[in-house]
């Protein structure tokens, strides 16, 4: 598998909610996760990106992705990904109780590569500009 078609499967695993189950056999069992972004600046795996994303499609139930640009740089073994995600706050969880707000929000993905598999994502999203759309800030 090429590293475009394993970071396209990768992308629609994580962006679907399947969570690290599902999205490991196409990532290193050690990869890392970076975003300059307050509401997962926190999280420094890609395991834990990946279920802190199925968590956030149980509480925008109706969560879903738009693929606006997909590139692969194989002279540096990476790929992004240019989405946008559209949800609704319907279901249980979050900072408050469900608000039926929706946000549309732009993000890109970068994902390094080692050995043909994701070694490194960086996430670039304006969390900020989203949680307000959804109420939350």
Known sequence: ?????TAHAFFDACE?????EVCAQ??????SFAAQSEAIAEITTLEGYCDWMKGLLTILEDGSYELKSFGTDTERACVVAYAVFTGSHSG????????????SSDYV???AFRDGKVAHMTKI??????L??????
């Open 1 to 5: 598998m090429s590293i475009t078609e």
């Open 132 to 137: 307000r759309e959804l109420g939350w800030g």
């Open 26 to 31: 196409y990532c290193h069992a050690d990869a």
């Open 92 to 103: 249980d969880g979050g900072p408050v109780p469900p608000t039926g707000k929706t946000t």
């Open 16 to 20: 679907t909610g399947q969570g690290w």
């Open 125 to 130: 999203w304006n969390a900020p500009w989203a």
């Open 109 to 111: 993905y970068h994902m």
